[in-house]
């Protein structure tokens, strides 16, 4: 069921025309965060995979400045319904870090600093479809967008590319992380408008 | 982000979002501020929420457009009734026909409500006998007055002070409902209040104009503990992460805030 409102119109933004269900372009940047910004030095920065059987498997910031890197051009949709088109990034392809991974695990829980979560299948996050990013259009990633370095998961709603990124935990069962535990969407598809529990 | 531990009983209530879309009828309006104003919906259907959630609104066009926004739910839950107050974003899509467009009997869609972290039950267990603390730059206002009108009208006696910054006079929401609630401390349900203008000061304010500062948020005399248990801070980014720092200075812990940002760094069409 819709509703037309009197007198509305819009402003039918010709650029707008691919946008997923729900969303409107912006051309800033807005902040979206649960709690504080958190002022991480790349001293003391790092990054943990920890899967169910052996050790934890950590990079340092110089380690991780030290594997391969490419440029990514992605639009990014939050789930406040703002999409931005052609944004730019630099980092690695989470399947860099998998490389030496051994997990029989699908689900993997998603850890900040500062103590936000999120969740997502590990097919997500491999296979050239996620990565750690540590600069934004050419420049250091700035502390409010998640700086030093946040996951860039960009086919899902951009609460899942967790800011201020600091471990990866392989799960034998599905988990709800932060948002997903406060009603919003378990998988968080923007193409399918997955936004809240239920849709 | 925040510490994820900290759970309370109402996670479990608001963990199914209001799923789908329902039709909503303007029935009254107030002017709160020469740019803002607060829309009063009817919504059959709508069973209530906790002040700070927010409700998602759709208008859609006779061509069949249609623009989403979400807002902060401006009065604590009443059966059948949604309340938003907007505030007008110049060359904005939505906020313009909210503002100066719509006119009682229009209609639109809502869904919700949304979110559980940002929201206050009076009770909350989580934060005991209190004391809290509000902290509002500009229309970040609006969830922290619901909370204030909750408070209110649950007889709860929590300790509470509402810091709102603002630009200057004309800028101020809820000057009346304010003003009231300040009025006499020993009241029930009152709240202490400071008004930190940023750029222009009303005749005979006592304080000068200037950003958000260390002494604004220190407590007032009358707290039992220097320290509320609970903060929360609703506004721009930039306010948010300037009144974070803030508290930090004051020796408040993350674990005792909850904030919540709004809008666009840019400018958000």
Redesign the interface.
Known sequence: MVTISRGFFGHHDSRAVDLPPGQHLTNGFPVLTAGPTQLISTEVWSFTITPEIGDPRRWSWEEMMALPSEEINVDIHCVTRWTKLGTHWRGVALDTFFEDIATDNEYAMVHSYGGYTTNLPLEDLVGGKAWIVYEYEGEPLQVEHGGPARLLVPHLYFWKSAKWVKGITMQRFDEPGFWEGFGYHNYGNPWREERYAGD | ?????T?DSS?EE????G?H?R??TLIDLHSQSWHSRTLVLRVPGWTGHLPGQHVDI?????D???????YSLAEPATPDRVAVTVDLLPHG?VSP?LVE???IG????VRGP????FVWEPGDPSIGDGPVLLIAGGSGVVPLVTMLRARKRAGDATPTMLVYSLRGPRDLMYGPELEEMSADLSAPGSAEVRLVYTRKIPDGHPRPASHLAVEDIRPPSAWPDPLAARVYVCGS?GFV?HA?RLL?EVGYP?DR???E?F???????
């Open positions: 982000m925040t510490d994820t531990n759970t996670v608001i963990r199914s979002v799923n879309w039709k909503a759709r208008l859609t066009a006779a069949g457009y249609s623009a989403q926004r979400s899509e026909y467009g719509m006119e229009d209609e639109l869609d949304i979110g559980g972290w980014s992460d974070t930090h993350d805030l909850r904030t940002r809008g666009a760094t840019g400018v958000d069409r």
